[in-house]
């Protein structure tokens, strides 16, 4: 770490990274991941572990890493599985990992999960190039949002969006539809609805998806700052820069709110 | 044509991360650093106000909830009407987290974590593995001069605006 010579060939890379992803470091991961199938519990969309059986998933800037987990529970590093640079978001549905990054949705297989094969890489350039997406899968929809802030994050004459992607063939993930945010963050869905942060337009979009190809907003919960969701049965929880907030979704066109936590 | 692109913005960016000469003086950012040392300061601690959050995680009757580069807020919330804070896990330059069984997975500056908390209110640190993850050596949304990052002082934990002398690294 003190080699000087060393720090000055990895600058220009963080500093790419950094045009391109700047400002979108709001991290912040739902629906039904992985670990609740084991009654772990469950994550955010905008997270950067994902856990599976004996297997911790990890990102770092341009590698996927693979831990096993030995006896005492430390994770042990027994795979990598190098990427561009940018990587941001983790889930792991159906045997299948969706890596979200600024320029790119990656699909991997883990079929075998100690060693992941890359199955598509999606080209953003002629829809979306740079952005910040964490991803949610359902069915063989992906969804994901892409939060693209002028001259820091994406190219400048591109608006931020929620895009739709068939992965029905999960080599080759095809663009299917969308619909334009103001600043999106962390998404999730229940059964139908998907409920979409949209930090830029201070609340949580509500979105029909029972046409994923053709998703319409249908209402919006006001809330400031939002950031992630995670969706548990009826009870929706969104996180917020400063707090959280529960509410009722067994109707979602009348979501309900519950309570809520901030300083 | 992506390729261009992005080389383009390499290259520029190259270009503008060499030493500049003169260096210069003025209005930037400088990193301000975690020693190594405290980066393995890993306990409970009192309650606090959420002031930026980061990633979520729900089990039961707990909520978890990232105070960035901080530490992780734990919040009891079966009662949804009424959540309730109940630690709060230091975990200096933390970003991101896990849970699986009794353990807690988490990035702590370049290290990963692994630490026991199947006692909420007091857990335990099972390991720590250095340098598994690479560190930000650049200021986020920020255009401008800034103090070069130096791993040798530390663990960049954030930025703070500064007037500096004889600044070397830049971001456009």
Same mark, same amino acid.
Do not use: C, R, W
């Given at each position: 770490m003190s080699n000087l010579v060393n720090m000055k060939k990895i600058i220009p890379f963080f500093l790419f990274v950094a045009v391109l992803a700047g400002a979108c470091e709001k991290q912040g991961e739902t629906f039904i991941p992985n670990s609740a199938q084991n009654g772990n519990g469950q994550s955010g969309s905008i997270t950067r572990f994902a856990v599976y059986g004996e297997y911790l998933y990890a990102l770092d800037q341009n590698q996927i890493q693979v831990y096993k987990f030995n006896a005492s529970g430390t994770p042990v590093l027994v795979n990598k599985v190098e990427t561009q640079w940018g990587l941001e978001t983790i889930i792991i549905y159906e045997e299948t990992i969706y890596v979200g990054s600024t320029t790119s949705l990656y699909i991997l297989d883990i079929t075998n999960p100690e060693n992941p094969i890359l199955l598509s890489q999606t080209d953003r350039e002629t829809d979306l190039a740079g952005g910040c997406d964490p991803v949610v899968v359902k069915g063989i929809y992906a969804f994901s949002t892409i939060k693209i802030i002028p001259n820091v994050c994406g190219l400048v004459n591109q608006t931020s969006r929620l895009l739709v992607y068939d992965v029905s063939d999960k080599t080759a993930p095809v663009l299917v539809g969308g619909h334009d945010m103001m600043m999106p963050n962390g998404l999730g869905y229940k059964d139908n609805t998907l409920f979409v942060c949209d930090e830029g337009a201070a609340a949580v979009v509500v979105f029909d998806i029972t046409d994923p190809a053709n998703c319409t907003p249908i209402s919006a919960i006001d809330i400031t700052d939002p950031v992630d969701v995670i969706i548990n049965g009826n009870r929706m929880v969104v996180s917020t820069k400063t707090g959280f907030s529960f509410y009722d979704v067994t109707n979602p066109s009348q979501v309900l709110s519950m309570g809520s936590l901030s300083f | 044509m992506r390729y261009l692109f992005i080389g383009l913005i390499y290259l520029s960016l190259f270009v503008a991360c060499k030493k500049q000469d003169p260096l210069f003086d003025g209005p930037g950012k400088r990193p301000v650093y975690i020693s190594y040392e405290e980066l393995t300061d890993i306990r409970n601690e009192e309650i606090q106000p959420v002031t930026n959050s980061g990633p979520i995680f729900l089990r039961d009757p707990y909520?978890?909830?990232? %105070?960035?580069?901080?530490?992780?807020?734990?919040? %009891?919330?079966?009662?949804?009407?009424?959540?309730?804070?109940?630690?709060?896990?230091?975990?200096?330059?933390?970003?991101?987290?896990?849970?699986?069984?009794?353990?807690?997975?988490?990035?702590?500056?370049?290290?990963?974590?692994?630490?026991?908390?199947?006692?909420?209110?007091?857990?335990?640190?099972?390991?720590?593995?250095?340098?598994m993850f690479q560190p930000m050596l650049f200021p986020p949304d920020h255009e401008g001069f800034f103090e070069c990052a130096d791993p040798s002082k530390g663990f960049v934990s954030s930025w703070k605006d500064a007037i500096l002398i004889n600044a070397a690294c830049q971001t456009w």
């Open positions: - | 909520l978890f909830m990232v %105070e960035k580069k901080q530490g992780i807020h734990v919040f %009891e919330i079966s009662n949804s009407s009424d959540p309730q804070p109940v630690t709060f896990f230091k975990i200096p330059g933390v970003n991101d987290f896990t849970l699986s069984g009794d353990f807690l997975y988490a990035d702590n500056g370049p290290n990963l974590v692994t630490i026991n908390i199947s006692d909420i209110l007091n857990i335990q640190v099972v390991s720590i593995q250095n340098e």
